[in-house]
């Protein structure tokens, strides 16, 4: 029997499964958020301050790219380019901010494409710091009454 080949969705849910393993590898606690076409993927915590992460993942260096058009790119967001790769092998992360990420974009009439081969030349493999840089304050009510 032959191995089983996976379809795209499984291909994106395997880079969000991956992108929350190594945040908790890195001391966050991480909520998944579910729905397809949704703007956040994954919210890291740490401290009482939290990053909305947007996952995209392709299966091999093979894809050309991953799918994104500038407009959907959401600022205040960390953006983790997940590439799979072969099974056995560690997926490789390239991690942008909502700038960086936007001006990757190769933006074309009706699609928009982050091109593998252009983000190989950034400095964004492994960059996990990011999220780190990304933290920001939770809002909550006080309630303790106290002025």
């Known amino acids: 029997?032959?191995?089983?080949t996976p379809d795209k969705n499984s291909t994106h849910l395997a880079g969000e499964y991956f992108v929350a393993a190594e945040l908790y590898r890195r001391g966050y606690s991480v909520a998944m958020t579910l729905g397809n076409a949704k703007a956040i993927d994954l919210f890291a915590e740490h401290e009482a301050q939290t990053?909305?992460?947007?996952?995209?993942?392709?299966?091999?260096?093979k894809s050309v790219g991953w799918p994104l058009t500038k407009d959907k790119v959401v600022d205040g967001v960390v953006y983790v380019f997940v590439c799979l790769n072969s099974p056995g092998e560690a997926p490789d992360y390239y991690l942008c901010g909502a700038t960086e990420?936007?001006?990757?974009?190769?933006?074309?009439?009706?699609?928009?494409?982050?091109?593998?081969?252009?983000?190989?030349?950034?400095a964004a493999l492994g960059?996990?710091?990011?999220?780190?840089?990304?933290?920001?304050?939770?809002?909550?009510?006080?309630?303790?009454?106290?002025?």
Request: net charge positive; proline share 3%; aromatic share 4%.
């Open 101 to 122: 990420a936007r001006a990757l974009v190769k933006q074309y009439k009706t699609r928009g494409i982050v091109d593998l081969s252009l983000i190989k030349k950034t």
């Open 127 to 147: 960059r996990w710091g990011l999220i780190d840089d990304a933290l920001a304050p939770v809002h909550r009510e006080s309630g303790t009454g106290s002025t």
């Open 51 to 61: 990053v909305n992460v947007q996952v995209k993942a392709i299966r091999d260096k």
């Open 1 to 4: 029997m032959a191995a089983p």
